[in-house]
């Protein structure tokens, strides 16, 4: 029998259970189509829509305070932020806990100037069928997944500049 960590068995049961008030599209989205617009609270405390960046490349990064490879992967995505925004792109970095004491502190050791979104709720992360930490969704300028990402290892961020930039092209 596989032994299972204790924090991926609650990961798994958190987003298998259904959102009383989901603040996503009601349907899951796949691997390519239409991205699930969705509404969520930044760490600044307004309310950010997917919707609201129609006509900009967004990528989507799904992460937690106790994933080791997130934390790994954060000044990447800072530095693409950084390199890109003036071309018409932002990152979205949502983080899935519940708890969002300990996405603050690694937010002061890793900070960011892309915005953090609290999907406390796992509403969104369950439409966007996320079932690994990180992950990391591509949408272009029309509202639709170009890419999607599970995991993360030093050299995937090289992955995402290609894809962005070809993104940013179009």
């Given at each position: 029998?596989?032994?299972?960590?204790?924090?991926?068995?609650?990961?798994?049961?958190?987003?298998?259970?259904?959102?009383?008030?989901?603040?996503?599209?009601?349907?899951?989205?796949?691997?390519?189509?239409?991205?699930?617009?969705?509404?969520l609270?930044?760490?600044?405390?307004?309310?950010?829509?997917?919707?609201?960046?129609?006509?900009?490349?967004?990528?989507?990064?799904?992460?937690?305070?106790?994933?080791?490879?997130?934390?790994?992967?954060?000044?990447?995505?800072?530095?693409?932020?950084?390199?890109?925004?003036?071309?018409?792109?932002?990152?979205?970095?949502?983080?899935?806990?519940?708890?969002?004491?300990?996405?603050?502190?690694?937010?002061?050791?890793?900070?960011?100037?892309?915005?953090?979104?609290?999907?406390?709720?796992?509403?969104?992360?369950?439409?966007?069928?996320?079932?690994?930490?990180?992950?990391?969704?591509?949408?272009?300028?029309?509202?639709?997944?170009r890419?999607?990402?599970?995991?993360y290892?030093?050299g995937?961020?090289?992955?995402?500049?290609?894809?962005?930039?070809?993104?940013?092209?179009?």
């Amino acid at each position: 029998m596989t032994k299972f960590p204790f924090f991926a068995l609650l990961f798994t049961l958190v987003l298998a259970l259904p959102g009383v008030f989901a603040s996503a599209s009601a349907w899951a989205v796949t691997e390519t189509g239409p991205a699930a617009n969705f509404t969520l609270k930044s760490a600044s405390g307004e309310n950010i829509r997917l919707s609201e960046y129609r006509g900009q490349v967004v990528l989507i990064n799904f992460w937690a305070s106790w994933c080791g490879p997130c934390r790994q992967e954060m000044p990447h995505l800072e530095a693409i932020q950084q390199k890109y925004a003036e071309l018409g792109f932002t990152v979205f970095g949502v983080n899935v806990e519940q708890d969002r004491v300990m996405a603050d502190r690694v937010l002061r050791d890793i900070p960011v100037s892309f915005p953090i979104l609290f999907d406390d709720e796992n509403t969104v992360s369950q439409v966007y069928d996320v079932d690994a930490m990180p992950a990391t969704v591509l949408v272009d300028r029309n509202g639709e997944i170009r890419y999607m990402h599970r995991g993360y290892k030093p050299g995937y961020e090289l992955e995402y500049e290609r894809q962005i930039k070809t993104l940013i092209r179009e």
